[in-house]
């Protein structure tokens, strides 16, 4: 649906940028256009695979990544009908994420670029989330707060300009989406399990069971997760644990965390006085937490933007879009072929190598 060609006319006067994301479980690639916009993707997901594990196994995911990445880059070339050659710089996932998975892109996003001397960009990952719903709108622009909500990261983030980031809060323990996905193992719903739980929460009924809102009663931007799963633990072990107990205790729980997270945006909101807000990572994709923050926004006069459902998930079209913004910028990049990962990569220190804005 986002094919669109490409006008080969117009490839010296702008930039096409391939993205490559391979930070854990998913294998994206796309191809951004600096005038057009987004051009074609490819994602494959390695659920089926870590599914008969009950997580993610590191190894497997890389080698599944060494696997299936060079075949998506034909794939996304034929689609958008473009030739390695056109290509005017490689965006890659640089961290943070497993380290054999980073290190899958970063050689093969180094070494393509490299043959065709061409610049190679090394992307936040989390930048990547931050900028997402620009796929779909791309007239937006900071200044904004963003909740980026996933499996591995909870964080507020006040967005001044695309190099002025600032966490105003973040996860203590467990990231939202990591309680979601720990909540479903408890209730038997298999991994991954979120959207699962989200699914079956339709089916409870409000009120049954009333979960804590953890640390809203205290100063601060922080988050915490880890006491609402062993709440959601407790509360199934003295259940029936019958269907429709199941679908009580899923609802609760995700009631709980879209509260939270509504109570601490608003709270965020005011205190920075921004009149945006951003919602990005998988998390994002949740409805009831959606259909809340689209009401916050309306309550409080505040513009909500949430990246379109395909883009919430890792993927390769954020890392593309993340490497054009670089690109356009004015700080100069680093003659450095030097393949840089970071598993542990915290937001405000993005600057590690050098030319990264």
């Not at 990591?178 to 298999?190: P, Y």
């Not at 679908?247 to 997270?261: P, R, W």
Request: glycine share 10%.
């Amino acid at each position: 649906m986002y094919s669109q060609g490409l006008d080969k006319s117009k490839v010296n006067s702008a930039k096409l940028i391939l993205g490559i994301e391979t930070s854990c479980d998913e294998t994206g690639v796309a191809l951004y256009h600096s005038e057009r916009g987004l051009l074609a993707h490819r994602l494959y997901s390695q659920v089926a695979m870590h599914d008969e594990y009950g997580g993610v196994v590191p190894e497997l995911a890389s080698r599944d990544h060494v696997e299936k990445l060079l075949p998506l880059i034909r794939e996304l070339l034929a689609e958008a009908q473009v030739s390695l050659g056109e290509i005017n710089a490689i965006a890659y996932t640089a961290g943070p994420g497993l380290i054999g998975a980073l290190l899958v892109g970063a050689c093969t996003g180094e070494a393509l670029a490299f043959a065709l001397g061409i610049d190679a960009i090394p992307v936040h990952h989390l930048v990547g989330h931050l900028f997402s719903p620009m796929l779909a709108e791309p007239a937006l622009r900071p200044p904004f707060l963003t909740l980026l909500v996933s499996g591995g990261h909870t964080m507020l983030i006040d967005v001044a300009s695309f190099s002025e980031l600032l966490v105003l809060g973040e996860t203590l323990d467990d990231a939202a989406g990591e309680a979601f996905d720990k909540t479903a193992k408890i209730l038997g719903l298999g991994y991954p399990g979120g959207a699962r739980l989200a699914a079956l929460a339709c089916a409870g009924r409000p009120g049954h069971y009333t979960f804590p809102r953890p640390m809203v009663d205290r100063p601060g931007l922080d988050f915490s997760f880890s006491g609402l799963k062993t709440f959601a633990l407790n509360t199934w072990r003295a259940s029936d644990q019958s269907e429709q107990a199941r679908a009580d205790v899923a609802l609760a729980f995700e009631t709980a965390v879209v509260d939270t997270l509504r109570i601490k945006i608003e709270r965020g909101l005011k205190q920075t006085g921004r009149r945006t807000l951003i919602v990005a990572g998988g998390v994002g994709a949740n409805t009831r937490l959606r259909e809340a923050l689209a009401a916050l926004g309306r309550k409080l006069g505040v513009a909500v933007h949430f990246p379109p459902l395909q883009f919430c998930t890792d993927n390769g079209a954020m890392i593309a879009l993340a490497g054009a913004l670089e690109l356009a910028g004015s700080v100069d990049r680093a003659d450095d072929r030097a393949i840089h990962v970071y598993p542990r990569w915290p937001l405000e220190t993005r600057h590690i190598r050098p030319g990264i804005p």
